[in-house]
Structures are given as C-alpha cells and as structure tokens.
C-alpha cells in the first residue's frame, strides 16, 4: 500500500497567516491526490483534487500543488472558518490511503 | 442537490454482522463509482471499500478484505456495505462518497459524503 505523510500534525495559526501543508507519498502517484477539509462532527468536505484543481465552490484563497510524491496545501490568508483539519488522500492505486492528518488550531 | 444518507449503524457484538446502507439522490446514481471511508473515534480517515461506476469491480482495504462486501441496487439507488466477522477495530463512523463517473470524468476521488452512521462493536 502508499504511505501517505503529512506535515506537521498540528500547525498553530492566526487569522491572515499563510499557512502550508506538505503530504509525501511513499511512491509515485502522479497528480492523484486530493485533500479534504473536516470539522468536528461533520463529514470531510472536498478541497482539492488531482493535485491542483480546485472543487467548485471552494474559496480561492486554497490552493494545491505537486506531482510524483511531493504536494502541498496552501491557505494564502487563513479565515477563521478555516480552522480545521486536514487530509491528503492518494487515488493513483488501490487500497485509496490517506495521510493522518493536519490539524489547523488557533495560536 | 446530490444527497447521500446513511444508515444501518448501531451496536453489535464481536464476530457479528451488520449491513450499512446508503441513500443516494440528485444525481444518476448508475454512472458513478461510489465507496467507503470510515474513522475511528478521534482517528483519522480510512479508506474500506469501492464499487465501480459499472458495479462489475470491487475494491477493499487490506484490513476488510475478505469481511466487507460492497454492493448497490440502482433500482432503488442504494448503495450497501455488508460487515461481518466484525472487530473492535471495526468500530468508527461509516461515510459512504461519490467518485467519479463516466459520463464526464473529472479525475475526483470523492467529491460528496454522506454524514456518517456509527457502528459500535461491544459485547
């Protein structure tokens, strides 16, 4: 199966910082990779996918990148809805994996 | 609207069965891949199962191999997941999720989720 990392675990922010989360794959997977936002007692809510194609509805200030194992997640100016955690989830070939997760927590 | 429900969850014991299913509207259920995805109870998100937009493949995470069917009736746009010998480790939140589909592919994974039914495993 892919291992799917992500950095950090848990990321302290304040409202208007930059904020960027790295996913690492244990092997290639081209651009199938997505990344999800989920708050407490909600369902996972698609963010990204294909590495950098942003779902329709989702607010610009999101932003995806990479290819081959290496793909962030920009928040260019972080809102306070944004607070939250999130994944990263490889589609190139199954089992599907997930990394464990960022959570984004007020500083 | 897309919508999808779950239901189905509950408390059963170790080594027991259960069958989760998932309500599906507002899109055509018949051309699209649909999966599993639970979490534990403070955990993170795991991948279980998948159908194909066809319904003619299947997919499985290692762990539920063997125990887990994935299914679905496009009569009635349901899409079910049978679990049996189940584990503690089994016990979490079960969303069902969209994927893609083959009347305009878009490259997602899982676009819409459903808002979970939880499955406890206890004797």
């Known amino acids: 199966d892919i291992q799917m990392t992500q950095s950090p675990s848990t990321l302290s922010a304040s409202v208007g910082d930059r904020v960027i989360i790295t996913c690492r794959a244990s092997?290639?997977?081209?651009?199938?990779l997505a990344w999800y936002q989920q708050k407490p007692g909600k369902a996972p809510k698609l963010l990204v996918y294909k590495a950098s194609n942003l779902e329709s509805g989702v607010p610009s200030r999101f932003s995806g990148s990479g290819s081959g194992t290496e793909f962030t997640l920009t928040i260019s100016s972080l809102q306070p809805d944004d607070f939250a955690t999130y994944y990263c989830?490889?589609?190139?070939?199954?089992?599907?994996?997930f990394g464990q997760g960022t959570k984004v927590e007020v500083k | 609207e897309v919508q999808l429900v779950e239901s189905g969850g509950g408390l059963v014991q170790p080594g027991g069965s259960l069958r989760l299913s998932c309500a599906a509207s507002?899109?055509?259920?018949?051309?699209?891949?649909m999966s599993w995805v639970r979490q534990a109870p403070g955990k993170g998100l795991e991948y279980v199962s998948t159908?194909?937009?066809?319904?003619?493949?299947?997919y499985y995470a290692n762990s539920v191999k063997g125990r887990f069917t994935i299914s679905r009736d496009t009569s009635t746009n349901t899409l079910f997941l049978q679990m049996g010998s189940l584990r503690a480790d089994d016990m979490a939140v079960y969303y069902c999720?969209?994927?893609?589909?083959?009347?305009?592919?878009?490259?997602?994974?899982?676009?819409?989720w459903g808002q979970g039914t939880l499955v406890t495993v206890s004797s």
């Open positions: 092997q290639s997977i081209s651009r199938w």
């Open positions: 999720a969209r994927g893609d589909t083959t009347i305009v592919p878009k490259g997602v994974a899982l676009d819409y």
């Open positions: 159908l194909s937009t066809n319904g003619g493949t299947t």
């Open positions: 989830q490889q589609y190139n070939s199954y089992p599907w994996t």
């Open positions: 507002g899109f055509t259920f018949s051309s699209y891949a």
